[in-house]
DNA sequence: TTGAAAGCGCTAACAG
DNA sequence: CTGTTAGCGCTTTCAA
């Protein structure tokens, strides 16, 4: 087995109690007799290789600290971008001495054994959870916070400002002689306050660029898209994308049917991975910094653990995005 | 506070002992007595909502339940397939009652913490490990499994037979009458078992064509292979691209210099993730069954740690890679 | 500042 | 099958 305070404390002749606690460093060593005290144990415990043993501190104090990272789409949170914050998530919580434990929420009642059960100290999530979900964690008196979604305005979140993102984006648009847009949204995209937020952004801006009769919005499969940007000759000339998926499977279905990118059509993406740079022609995207998603995250839940957060109030930190211009968006005739 | 089985054995006037068994399932119930008594005591538990705190169970049996997963670069283990393996790992290990605990490798010393203070009782690993890594967990007897990766035969591992992937796309380039091929490895990847395993294979497929004396080789910069695929008049009609990153780069490049794919130059890739099958054009690659690497993994971890695995001997899983066949690729000339 | 003692919730012998 | 009795390793009163 491993070392623990009571041997340490038999080799320096004190109690267990003066061991754990110098160890801790909850001890201010302004007498002598404290210091020189302090000083062997330590010394003794780097001899003998000491490490507290995490579980016993963790249940001897009554915390985990686990945060569980719950999610129901896990297409949705190992896709590009959130795996950045998970990233993220992961180093700023490690340094506070937490750990991120993945919790997928699906018919297995494993995840009420882990949240009833006492794993995790509190709970991030990135879309809106089941009610039963949302009552185990509230009887628990676990804090929640939500990461790049604002549906729920009692919980602490941190979120991407889609409408600025989506506007911009419009602007851009019109800004190089564009007057049908498109906004589209792939059907297999599951309800979520940015789709919202992102259609604001798109109607105020086409509303301000005196183009709102000829926005099109659309919530669709990849056919009906296709078909709409092909046929009739008041076809949209721009595109924004919901994801990185609609302008993947854009891009694709546009190169297949010979249509040139941006000539013939200018494409707009959201969120800015690796593979975006580089697609054929590089994307014009709205971006911004994931990393940082996941820093103020984790922060709030450890300071809403922690009894930091006194007042209460749920905390709200919003990450500008920026437009990204590459090669995909260029001047309508 | 949570409900104990102290509570429900006040309640069901038996002892704490016989609520932990019954509920643990751990009572044949074959008395008359004890079917009975069984039956009161989960119908309490169920009334008071018990779930036993896994914490304690944890402190108590002497285990974590937590798997690491070590990692010394984040870059590779958030990546497109490893994703869908730390995925299914994430379920599987669930399933057996077991979590994923991300263990960063870096100059801080948390890793330390949490391997030495029984943090974990197994470790998963996609990469070789640091020295001081490994030392630590043989120090705690901590099982080890590696993922795709074969360098250390003293541990078990689930690796993909990359010499088998990158002959048969070797031999699928030379089947379209290519006979100037070129394997290419970004100098940004760092030193993995597949690079060598993947030149033996390519070399091997090579000789069998009889094309061994055209093969080139290449660890190189992204430039330096550009400069190459355009230069001279020997230069390779066919590349096949250790990974998806060099796939990317290289068909962003050729988009730029106007070098057309395939009729020009023929890209094979190596792992198959979403994007590459809407790449322009969508990439022929070698795929497997990355989710598979993951329940292998999980079950693998825990049957060392529950020594399950008598014999102590390492255990070998193999997946077998298979060419899947798109755009990228065409016959020469 | 230190020591003694109790306890976190569960498991694991050992008798009965 | 059941109850009793010790812990697991650390934290946390409470006195001294």
Redesign the interface.
Known sequence: M?VTIYEIAERADVSSSTVARVLRGDVKETQVRSATNANKIRKIAREM?Y??????R??SRGK?YGIGLLYTD?AWI?EGVN??V??SL??EL??RGY????V?IDE?N?W???L????IDGGLVFQELPGDVRNALDE?ELPLVMLGDNSDPTVSQVVVDDFAGAYAATKHLGGLGHERIMLYVHDSIKPHCSIGERRRGFDKAMEDLGLASKASFLHSTEEDVIHCLQHGNSRPTGVICYSNLEA??L??AM?QYGVSIPKDLSIIGFNDI??TK?????LTTVGFDAERIGVYGARMVVEEIDGENTGGAPQVEVIKPKLIVRGSTARFR
């Open positions: 491993s290789g490490r507290p043993n995490r579980l016993a963790a249940f985990t896990d190992f795996m950045t998970v990233n992961v180093r490690q340094s750990h991120l434990v993945f997928p297995s494993a009420k054994d882990i009833l059960g006492g794993q628990k993947t499977l891009v694709h190169w690796f593979a580089y697609m054929t022609p590089p």
